[in-house]
């Protein structure tokens, strides 16, 4: 299963991060870990997870997590798929 994930900063609920994983708990980890080397999510950490979509097709999940990364996706996630 591919799995599209969003998080939220526990230091700063405005800050969201999307993005795409075969294993979440192994990924939320590494977005926590000191050797975390993607400069956003370093920046904001720790994270908690908010929710995430599972899909059989890795295409499908990419092209999800794309579109909740533009302004109507963005728009939409934040009406519907977070409180």
């Given at each position: 299963m591919?799995?599209?994930y ?51 097709n ?26």
């Open positions: 591919f799995y599209v969003i998080l939220r900063s526990l230091g700063n609920e405005n800050k969201l991060y999307i993005g795409v994983t075969r294993n979440i708990e192994s990924r939320l980890k590494q977005h926590d870990s000191d050797t975390n080397t993607n400069s956003y999510s370093a920046k904001f950490k720790p994270w908690g997870l908010e929710c995430f979509i599972a899909f059989k890795k295409y499908l999940a990419t092209e999800l997590e794309k579109y909740l990364k533009q302004g109507s996706g963005f728009a939409f996630m934040k009406k519907r798929l977070l409180p």
